[in-house]
């Protein structure tokens, strides 16, 4: 807790000191050191100053800065040690109080704050998972983390919390990640911030160091990736790089974990005060943009709050950089303090310097600065000796591969080649577990049948729970393979190339490269598909991207498409029907994006910038993290929503209940019968009847429940769910269509009812991950209903225009 929320009377036990440069070192030497007893004299709310008694003698401070001290109170530290009952300190409480409590302080100061900081793909969530054994996803594809995570790790008795921080090329504040990286280190104000460095790619990612070396926080370098480093037979020399930087600087590579510990080290010796590398530094910038610096800086200086909370010279750059954010906050700050006068000085300061440096430099102040930190890094590196290996390199072998992967004219077929073979081998090979599954799930079905009596629980068990879950369940493996080829190709560094590849045709639909690959996920399950649309930077993009995604046909709908195209289309159209259904839900998500784009979500998109990351050999145990993450949630999906909808579906099909009737009289009578009966009218347009109703409305819940409904409706079998190949069972599919025949159901209706499969309501669990991606209720109720309304209407356009030909 704060000292500022000590009440008269308390005591606490100083803990850290937090805050920059002069205050910090003011506070310390006032005597606000760690491991210190201190007792509040008088604190009256909003009453400033408080006074304090620290070390024998009083001292008064202001509010805001008992705000920067952590404290730890006697009670705290009481609770702390009922829950560590294991370290059994034999101390008499009464006599040795102080004694215990600065004990008790000391531990948790023991807990060290860490963010990772460094540029994307650089390896920080590779580091956050080895060191805290955490799953965050690891993908060589840049802006696969947009939001912090956080997670723990120990080493050498101390605690960390690490945040692993969106990547940033930089500190400006041009894109949202480059601001809520700002904004963590200023708000959250970290102990220690490690700087994850590429170290094959040194120059450019020194780029961001030297910010952070501005912002004046305490930090440690990694240099990761010195397995490439060393094999391209790089050099540099790091001892004089380390001193150069003002900050240890530890070689390390996340992919064996080599050098974690000693990193780990050099964070603990940072923020114990013991490293001898570690100071702070200032960048020069040459004198006319010192002059400016100090010019700002004064006025900075004056506001105390403002000098407590940043490094006064790190606004001051801001500011002459022209930092929009800054500047408005400086502007709002003072304007709240109501010294206007000084408002208008200090922002006639800034002009003045940044008018000189454009006039002594002939170069903005901005680009100045950063010519200057180029500069720093370029000396520093040849002070360092840094040499580039002459052997292989990453990027040769990178380049020479995209020659012909992102190829002008091979590009693309290169691509669909891919992509046929991704879902060929999918299906084909996902066909065996598959039949493995489906004969545990009957087996399971068939026992339990056996063993239970008669009745409703019977019932819901059987037919509910095992018949719903088992029909979902048997998709997992086709799931995982189809998740394991797209994280391959995340992994390897070939995403990023399809989306490039992809980007001319996805702005035409007024999207992203980046939209593509959800769109292709979208195949396999919307579910996590919709989650992966968090690589895409732009928030409209984004949005749009969800919005269409329910039109790629997710392997749900498969089972459907195959019982309807096996029963009323003869063998030879039966692809054809299905290879349209798929066309017809690409074409609808080009016409729809289109319209949105353009109509309904306007605004100007970002600038695309998709950076090439060099391709990589990716780890196994990186690939099956991320294979199982996604399938993860497709399993949860499973345990909840398709569980839940699965009985529900189940009770409206069986109550009410009458033992006497046959299967199908009884699913007539029954509520959902009923309700099938009552939306009758609204399908008429499309030749539906009754039965076909009832099974849109059971694919609510989730779409592998749509054809065991029919089944059921129609024969009394619901094997037709588990269909999975055209091949079986013949007489099946004359049966049925027998049955559907004499109702009236046309093959022309069957298709606006494929049609109308493919197009509507994608099911609970992909509007609930629209709620949580876009946070709000808005956009998942407006793309359940949007979606249901284009169902209707183009299936309807297909029955009724087709009625004119056939
Ligand atoms: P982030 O964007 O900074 O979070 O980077 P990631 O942790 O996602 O890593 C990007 C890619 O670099 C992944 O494919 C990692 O497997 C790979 N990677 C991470 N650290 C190393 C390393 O030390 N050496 C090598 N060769 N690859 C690494
Ligand atoms: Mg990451």
Same mark, same amino acid.
């Given at each position: 807790?704060?000292?500022?929320?000590?009440?008269?009377?308390?005591?606490?036990?100083?803990?850290?000191?937090?805050?920059?440069?002069?205050?910090?070192?003011?506070?310390?030497?006032?005597?606000?050191?760690?491991?210190?007893?201190?007792?509040?004299?008088?604190?009256?709310?909003?009453?400033?100053?408080?006074?304090?008694?620290?070390?024998?003698?009083?001292?008064?401070?202001?509010?805001?800065?008992?705000?920067?001290?952590?404290?730890?109170?006697?009670?705290?530290?009481?609770?702390?040690?009922?829950?560590?009952?294991?370290?059994?300190?034999?101390?008499?409480?009464?006599?040795?109080?102080?004694?215990?409590?600065?004990?008790?302080?000391?531990?948790?100061?023991?807990?060290?704050?860490?963010?990772?900081?460094?540029?994307?793909?650089?390896?920080?969530?590779?580091?956050?998972?080895?060191?805290?054994?955490?799953?965050?996803?690891?993908?060589?594809y840049s802006g696969v983390?947009v939001?912090?995570?956080?997670?723990?790790?120990?080493?050498?008795?101390?605690?960390?919390?690490?945040?692993?921080?969106?990547?940033?090329?930089?500190?400006?504040?041009?894109?949202p990640?480059?601001?809520?990286?700002?904004?963590?280190?200023?708000?959250?104000?970290?102990?220690?911030?490690?700087?994850?460095?590429?170290?094959?790619?040194?120059?450019?990612?020194?780029?961001?160091?030297?910010?952070?070396?501005?912002?004046?926080?305490?930090?440690?370098?990694?240099?990761?990736?010195?397995?490439?480093?060393?094999?391209?037979?790089?050099?540099?020399?790091?001892?004089?790089?380390?001193?150069?930087?003002?900050?240890?600087?530890?070689?390390?590579?996340?992919?064996?974990?080599?050098?974690?510990?000693?990193?780990?080290?050099?964070?603990?010796?940072?923020?114990?005060?013991?490293?001898?590398?570690?100071?702070?530094?200032?960048?020069?910038?040459?004198?006319?943009?010192?002059?400016?610096?100090?010019?700002?800086?004064?006025?900075?200086?004056?506001?105390?709050?403002?000098?407590?909370?940043?490094?006064?010279?790190?606004?001051?750059?801001?500011?002459?950089?022209?930092?929009?954010?800054?500047?408005?906050?400086?502007?709002?700050?003072?304007?709240?303090?109501?010294?206007?006068?000084?408002?208008?000085?200090?922002?006639?300061?800034?002009?003045?310097?940044?008018?000189?440096?454009?006039?002594?430099?002939?170069?903005?102040?901005?680009?100045?600065?950063?010519?200057?930190?180029?500069?720093?890094?370029?000396?520093?590196?040849?002070?360092?000796?840094?040499?580039?290996?002459?052997?292989?390199?990453?990027?040769?072998?990178?380049?020479?591969?995209?020659?012909?992967?992102?190829?002008?004219?091979?590009?693309?077929?290169?691509?669909?080649?891919?992509?046929?073979?991704?879902?060929?081998?999918?299906?084909?090979?996902?066909?065996?577990?598959?039949?493995?599954?489906?004969?545990?799930?009957?087996?399971?079905?068939?026992?339990?049948?056996?063993?239970?009596?008669?009745?409703?629980?019977?019932?819901?068990?059987?037919?509910?729970?095992? $018949?719903?879950?088992? #029909?979902?369940?048997?998709?997992?493996?086709?799931? !995982?393979? *189809? /998740?394991?080829?797209?994280? %391959? @190709?995340?992994?390897?560094?070939?995403?990023?190339?399809?989306a490039?590849?992809?980007d001319?045709?996805m702005?035409?639909?007024?999207l992203h490269g980046k939209s593509f690959i959800p769109l292709?996920?979208?195949?396999?399950?919307?579910?996590?598909a919709v989650m992966a649309t968090r690589t895409i930077e732009s928030r409209r993009s984004r949005i749009i991207t969800m919005?269409?995604l329910?039109?790629?046909?997710?392997?749900?709908?498969?089972?459907?498409?195959?019982?309807?195209? $096996?029963?009323?289309? #003869?063998?030879?159209?039966?692809?054809?029907?299905? !290879?349209? *259904? /798929?066309?017809?839900?690409? %074409? @609808?998500?080009?016409?729809?994006?289109?319209?949105?784009?353009?109509?309904?979500?306007?605004?100007?998109d970002t600038?695309f910038?998709m950076?090439?990351?060099?391709?990589?050999?990716?780890?196994?145990?990186?690939?099956?993290?991320?294979?199982?993450?996604?399938?993860?949630?497709?399993?949860?999906?499973?345990?909840?929503?398709?569980?839940?909808?699965?009985?529900?579906?189940?009770?409206?099909?069986?109550?009410?209940?009458?033992?006497?009737?046959?299967?199908?009289?009884?699913?007539?009578?029954?509520?959902?019968?009923?309700?099938?009966?009552?939306?009758?009218?609204?399908?008429?347009?499309?030749?539906?009847?009754?039965?076909?109703?009832?099974?849109?409305?059971?694919?609510?819940?989730?779409?592998?429940?749509?054809?065991?409904?029919?089944?059921?409706?129609?024969?009394?079998?619901?094997?037709?769910?588990?269909?999975?190949?055209?091949?079986?069972?013949?007489?099946?599919?004359?049966?049925?269509?027998?049955?559907?025949?004499?109702?009236?159901?046309?093959?022309?209706?069957?298709?606006?009812?494929?049609?109308?499969?493919?197009?509507?309501?994608?099911?609970?669990?992909?509007?609930?991950?629209?709620?949580?991606e876009t946070?709000?209720?808005?956009?998942?109720?407006?793309?359940?209903?949007?979606?249901?309304?284009?169902?209707?209407?183009?299936?309807?356009?297909?029955?009724?225009?087709?009625?004119?030909?056939?």
């Amino acid at each position: 807790m704060k000292l500022s929320e000590l009440k008269t009377g308390d005591n606490g036990i100083i803990v850290k000191v937090q805050g920059h440069g002069g205050f910090r070192k003011r506070i310390i030497e006032m005597g606000f050191v760690k491991g210190k007893k201190v007792e509040v004299l008088m604190n009256a709310p909003l009453q400033d100053p408080v006074k304090y008694k620290l070390m024998g003698y009083e001292v008064s401070l202001r509010h805001q800065e008992a705000d920067m001290i952590e404290v730890i109170t006697e009670e705290e530290a009481h609770r702390l040690k009922e829950q560590q009952t294991a370290v059994q300190l034999q101390i008499n409480e009464e006599e040795h109080q102080d004694d215990y409590l600065h004990h008790i302080a000391l531990q948790q100061r023991r807990t060290i704050n860490v963010a990772l900081v460094g540029n994307p793909n650089c390896g920080k969530t590779s580091l956050f998972n080895y060191a805290s054994g955490a799953h965050g996803h690891v993908g060589n594809y840049s802006g696969v983390t947009v939001d912090a995570s956080e997670a723990h790790a120990s080493f050498f008795g101390y605690e960390f919390n690490l945040v692993d921080l969106p990547g940033t090329y930089s500190l400006s504040c041009y894109s949202p990640e480059e601001l809520y990286v700002r904004e963590h280190l200023t708000e959250k104000t970290p102990d220690i911030v490690i700087n994850i460095i590429d170290a094959s790619n040194l120059e450019r990612n020194l780029y961001l160091t030297t910010q952070l070396v501005d912002m004046n926080v305490r930090m440690v370098c990694a240099l990761n990736m010195y397995d490439e480093f060393e094999r391209r037979g790089d050099h540099v020399d790091l001892k004089t790089l380390s001193m150069l930087f003002g900050m240890p600087m530890i070689p390390t590579s996340f992919k064996s974990g080599m050098g974690v510990k000693e990193l780990f080290k050099a964070v603990i010796q940072v923020y114990e005060n013991t490293s001898k590398t570690s100071r702070h530094l200032h960048i020069n910038y040459g004198h006319e943009i010192e002059d400016g610096i100090a010019h700002i800086q004064q006025y900075l200086k004056a506001d105390e709050h403002i000098r407590q909370r940043y490094s006064t010279r790190y606004l001051a750059i801001k500011m002459l950089e022209n930092d929009s954010h800054v500047i408005d906050y400086v502007e709002q700050h003072m304007a709240g303090e109501q010294r206007s006068e000084e408002r208008k000085q200090l922002m006639a300061a800034r002009v003045k310097a940044a008018a000189r440096v454009l006039e002594e430099t002939k170069t903005d102040a901005e680009t100045a600065i950063m010519d200057a930190k180029y500069g720093f890094i370029h000396g520093a590196l040849k002070e360092a000796s840094y040499k580039t290996g002459s052997k292989e390199d990453t990027y040769h072998t990178t380049h020479v591969i995209d020659n012909v992967l992102s190829n002008k004219y091979f590009g693309l077929p290169i691509f669909f080649l891919l992509l046929y073979i991704m879902f060929e081998t999918t299906f084909s090979l996902g066909q065996y577990p598959m039949d493995w599954i489906e004969g545990a799930v009957t087996w399971l079905g068939e026992k339990v049948s056996g063993n239970m009596p008669e009745g409703p629980l019977k019932a819901m068990l059987v037919d509910g729970v095992i $018949g719903g879950v088992g #029909s979902v369940i048997v998709f997992l493996p086709q799931i !995982l393979i *189809l /998740y394991f080829f797209i994280s %391959l @190709m995340e992994d390897s560094g070939y995403m990023a190339r399809a989306a490039f590849i992809m980007d001319k045709l996805m702005h035409k639909m007024g999207l992203h490269g980046k939209s593509f690959i959800p769109l292709i996920m979208g195949f396999g399950c919307n579910v996590p598909a919709v989650m992966a649309t968090r690589t895409i930077e732009s928030r409209r993009s984004r949005i749009i991207t969800m919005m269409i995604l329910p039109f790629m046909s997710c392997s749900a709908r498969l089972p459907i498409y195959i019982m309807i195209a $096996g029963t009323f289309f #003869s063998l030879q159209y039966r692809s054809w029907v299905m !290879l349209s *259904l /798929y066309a017809v839900g690409v %074409l @609808m998500a080009v016409i729809i994006s289109k319209i949105f784009t353009s109509l309904v979500i306007k605004g100007e998109d970002t600038p695309f910038v998709m950076e090439l990351p060099p391709y990589r050999w990716p780890t196994p145990k990186a690939i099956w993290r991320h294979t199982w993450e996604k399938g993860k949630e497709y399993l949860k999906k499973m345990g909840g929503i398709i569980l839940v909808a699965s009985i529900i579906v189940w009770a409206l099909g069986y109550f009410p209940h009458n033992e006497e009737l046959s299967n199908e009289q009884q699913q007539e009578q029954s509520y959902i019968g009923r309700m099938g009966k009552a939306i009758e009218p609204i399908f008429m347009p499309q030749g539906f009847n009754w039965k076909l109703d009832v099974s849109l409305i059971a694919g609510v819940g989730a779409k592998e429940i749509v054809a065991s409904t029919i089944g059921v409706l129609y024969s009394g079998d619901d094997s037709f769910g588990d269909d999975e190949d055209f091949s079986s069972d013949n007489e099946k599919y004359m049966h049925l269509r027998q049955l559907m025949m004499k109702e009236g159901i046309t093959p022309l209706a069957a298709y606006a009812y494929l049609i109308f499969i493919l197009l509507y309501f994608p099911c609970i669990a992909t509007i609930a991950a629209i709620k949580n991606e876009t946070g709000s209720w808005r956009w998942a109720l407006f793309a359940a209903c949007y979606t249901t309304a284009v169902a209707w209407i183009v299936s309807m356009a297909v029955y009724q225009i087709g009625r004119l030909f056939i």
